[in-house]
């Protein structure tokens, strides 16, 4: 294990030199710029709170991130099949563990990426409100847990798959699955409507984003619904190093 941060900087160095990452994260400052723009001069988003307009970001901003940083890690290992460069790191003296666990770091720097272009924003829609820099944590600290256990899954269907398709299509089909219901109207706050949130790692983590900014309530009084992302982060974690020697073979399967 000691071996895979040379794994992770060789395939960080192909993500952002290869091209894909800074075209990547080019488009999403793009969408960042068009709706802090939008937050600034159009006339209906113009009443919204300053803290709501930076909550609003961090949402986007961690939504975002996390679809970008899926997308890479579902590339990890079948689109290395479908390209036919696996064979090559396979015959590296590196442990199959090893291997899993720096591509899955290696993924992180997309995410990170996408936090510090998140990060000018903020500052801008946030002065005033002594908002920023407790966005900018939030982000760090949730965002970076949803992004693991996401992008960790990300990196199963692509450990499972031969095809590069059907992992990115699994990744994007489970982001719908998850995101979806933070966009329904507003869910019971008993019941089964609040059992659905805690549930929903990304739902759960953008409730609690929202109960500290927009509700102005202490960092500790909502921490339970940390609880999905932080286990599913160490959950996928836990399997991704278990399963190492079976994810990573020139064909998929787990026999």
Request: aromatic residues 6%.
């Amino acid at each position: 294990m000691t071996r895979w941060t040379v794994v992770a900087e060789q395939e960080s160095r192909d993500l952002w030199i290869g091209g894909r990452g800074p075209v990547l994260v080019f488009g999403f400052s793009v969408l960042l710029s068009a709706m802090t723009y939008l937050a600034a001069t159009n006339q209906a988003m113009n009443f919204l709170e300053q803290r709501e307009a930076v909550n609003l970001t961090v949402q986007v901003g961690l939504a975002v991130g996390v679809l970008l940083t899926v997308v890479v890690s579902a590339d990890a290992i079948s689109g290395e099949r479908e390209r036919g460069t696996f064979e090559a790191l396979l015959l590296t003296p590196v442990s199959r563990r090893a291997i899993v666990v720096g591509k899955l770091a290696a993924a992180m720097t997309m995410w990170l990426a996408c936090l510090a272009v998140t990060l000018p924003y903020l500052w801008v829609l946030g002065r005033g409100v002594a908002g920023a820099g407790q966005a900018a944590l939030l982000a760090l600290t949730v965002g970076t847990l949803v992004a693991v256990g996401l992008g960790g899954i990300g990196m199963l269907f692509s450990g499972w798959t031969n095809s590069n398709k059907t992992s990115l299509a699994g990744g994007l089909l489970l982001l719908l699955v998850l995101f979806a219901p933070t966009q329904l109207p507003a869910l019971p706050r008993t019941g089964f409507g609040q059992v659905l949130t805690r549930i929903n790692p990304i739902g759960s983590a953008l409730h609690y984003v929202s109960q500290i900014l927009v509700g102005r309530r202490g960092w500790t009084n909502d921490l339970s619904y940390l609880a999905a992302p932080v286990v599913v982060a160490l959950v996928v974690v836990a399997v991704l190093i278990a399963a190492g020697p079976r994810l990573v073979r020139l064909t998929a399967g787990l026999r």
